[in-house]
């Protein structure tokens, strides 16, 4: 068990956990080795020299927070969700976009890692 699947496994809503399970596992495929989780403004975190990714269930849906570059570069792939300058929300009675979510990751790792050169 991990301090995320931990905070998952406290969900009560079997739809709210069951998409926090999906998301879960869609970032953790992509993430590399030396990447943390954490729980950071009360919310699943994973962590890779900064704040990588946030994800959260909300009432009415999945929120994902990816901080707002991903969501100005993804804006296109992005226009069916509701989103702010730093989050999206996924509907729980969609299905997840897994690829988009994975390259809002891997966008983010790029990301990091030019601000850190």
């Given amino acids: 068990m991990t301090l995320i699947t931990d905070y ?31 729980i950071s403004y009360g919310m699943p975190t994973f962590y890779y020299k900064e704040n990588l990714v946030h994800f959260n269930a909300s009432k009415n849906h999945l929120g994902y927070y990816p901080s707002s570059s991903p969501i100005v570069k993804f804006s296109d792939q992005l226009s069916k969700y509701k989103t702010s300058k ?26 990091i890692a030019e601000n850190r050169n």
């Fill in 8 to 38: 998952i496994e406290k969900e009560k809503d079997p739809i709210k956990k069951d998409s926090m399970n999906e998301i879960y596992s869609i970032i953790k495929s992509v993430v590399p080795e030396g990447t943390t989780e954490k």
């Fill in 86 to 111: 730093g989050a999206i929300q996924f509907p729980y009675n969609e299905k997840l976009p897994e690829k988009l979510i994975q390259d809002i990751v891997l966008f983010r790792l790029e990301e």
